[in-house]
């Protein structure tokens, strides 16, 4: 059974925001597992709220890839977002995350990111997926 996770691609400039996961050491989009009876973008969105304290407006879905992480089977659903007016990210998984950054598209390679990510990154980079 393949796992469901969702989560929202929110850009400042040039830069796109990751959480930096304390245990893996690595940086990854805010997002997490769609639970039952929700739907990727609801998860997407919920996930945002619990793990930066603030709300988004979801502006389309980026697409969605399957592939496999420590031998599961999972999907990720990408949601390009925007932060509602006024509101700044706060960590609200300080256990789990030692911060968050905006971290410049070209230079994504430089940083150690999630399994999840480093798919999004290579979309990214082979066109398949456009961010404007």
């Excluded at 400042?12 to 893996?24: A, D, P």
């Excluded at 996930?47 to 603030?54: H, T, Y």
């Excluded at 709300?55 to 879905?61: A, F, N, P, S, Y």
């Excluded at 509602?84 to 390679?109: A, T």
């Amino acid at each position: 059974m393949k796992k469901k996770l969702a989560g929202c691609v929110i850009l400042q400039g040039n830069s796109i925001l990751l959480l930096h996961r304390v245990s893996k050491d690595e940086y990854e989009l805010p997002g997490g597992k769609v639970d039952e009876g929700e739907t990727p973008q609801e998860t997407a969105v919920r996930e945002l709220k619990e793990e930066l304290q603030c709300d988004v407006k979801i502006l389309r879905e980026l697409g969605a890839k399957d592939f496999q992480d420590n031998g599961i089977s999972r999907t990720y659903y990408w949601f390009l977002a925007q932060i509602q007016d006024g509101q700044e990210p706060q960590l609200g998984e300080p256990k789990k995350f030692s911060h968050y950054e905006y971290i410049p598209l070209d230079e994504l390679e430089k940083y150690r990111l999630s399994a999840n990510m480093q798919n999004l990154a290579e979309e990214i980079r082979q066109k398949r997926i456009s961010l404007d």
